[in-house]
């Protein structure tokens, strides 16, 4: 018995980590009759046709998106509001565009009044990844089992929402639904701030102790190795939040200081019982 089939044709606007895992993603489970990789470098483009996350490429976004019935939108968010209008005018009527950008106050703010275009936007976000880049490194079940958050409006089109909810599911994802305020405030504690602190202790280690770091020293610094531009633009359009989380994070660390300084045994059992509870409740 054939596959039915989701969507006819999904275009995916830049094809790395996240563009790629989707495009094997919907590729192995049968969920597109095409799916085309639109980006700048001939060479990554046809790295993902010889994966096999796309079935087609082109340089051109015109080209890419006009027979799509979905677009996915996988680039840097400094780009993201410019594309999504650059693709809503060249889809055809109805087609459905979303995003994978790690902030979206800015995003859906920009886009709230409309595309532009003929194409219908409802902003997303994966919450799966890796300090790795590039489609190399893509794998269709990326995101199985994790969370993907669509932050609609209230007054956002439901059928384009409801239709954006299944298209993350029948990648794996378990959908939840958020405000975008609530969105960048959640993931400046859960993704934004752990880049900084892993950044920030990768900074301050001295040289000439890395050499023999650890399981502790590497998984803490893990997500460090990301692309530092990528993470300069995130942090920079969640500033708001961020901050706030780092004066909260600030507080914490200043009382494990001083219960380190005073000798405070028991305050400084009481801060580690603190962080094993909420680590625990995440499970795995």
Not at 25 to 37: S, T
Not at 82 to 102: E, F, K, N, W, Y
Not at 166 to 171: E, G, I, N, R, V
Not at 211 to 239: F, S
């Amino acid at each position: 018995m054939s596959i039915m089939k989701s969507w006819d044709t999904v275009a995916i606007l830049g094809v790395g980590l996240i563009g790629g895992s989707i495009g094997l993603g919907l590729r192995q489970r049968g969920l597109a009759e095409r799916v085309v990789g639109i980006g700048r470098n001939p060479q990554r483009l046809e790295t993902a046709l010889r994966l096999g996350a796309v079935t087609s490429t082109t340089s051109h976004i015109e080209e890419g998106v006009s027979r799509a019935d979905l677009v996915v939108i996988c680039t840097p968010v400094e780009r993201i509001v410019d594309q999504v209008r650059q693709v809503a005018a060249a889809c055809p009527a109805g087609a459905l565009i979303t995003d994978a950008g790690s902030t979206k106050v800015a995003i859906c703010r920009a886009l709230r009044s409309g595309t532009g275009g003929a194409g219908v936007f409802v902003g997303s976000h994966p919450m799966a990844g890796s300090e790795k880049s590039g489609v190399r490194h893509a794998r269709a079940g990326l995101f199985e089992n994790r969370v993907a958050i669509i932050t609609p409006w209230d007054d956002s089109d439901g059928e384009a929402v409801e239709r954006i909810a299944d298209f993350w599911a029948s990648l794996g994802c378990r959908v939840m639904r958020m405000r975008p305020e609530e969105h960048d405030a959640t993931v400046a504690w859960i993704s934004h701030v752990p880049h900084v602190v892993a950044a920030a202790l990768a900074a301050a280690t001295p040289a000439e102790h890395v050499p023999v770091a650890a399981g502790g020293w590497r998984d803490t610094t893990r997500v460090a190795g990301a692309n530092p531009e990528l993470w300069q633009q995130i942090l920079t359009q969640n500033q708001h939040h961020v901050l706030k989380s780092l004066d909260k994070f600030e507080k914490v660390l200043a009382a494990f200081r001083e219960a380190l300084d005073a000798g405070d045994s028991s305050k400084l059992e009481q801060l580690l019982q603190a962080g094993k509870q909420n680590r625990d409740a995440l499970g795995g």
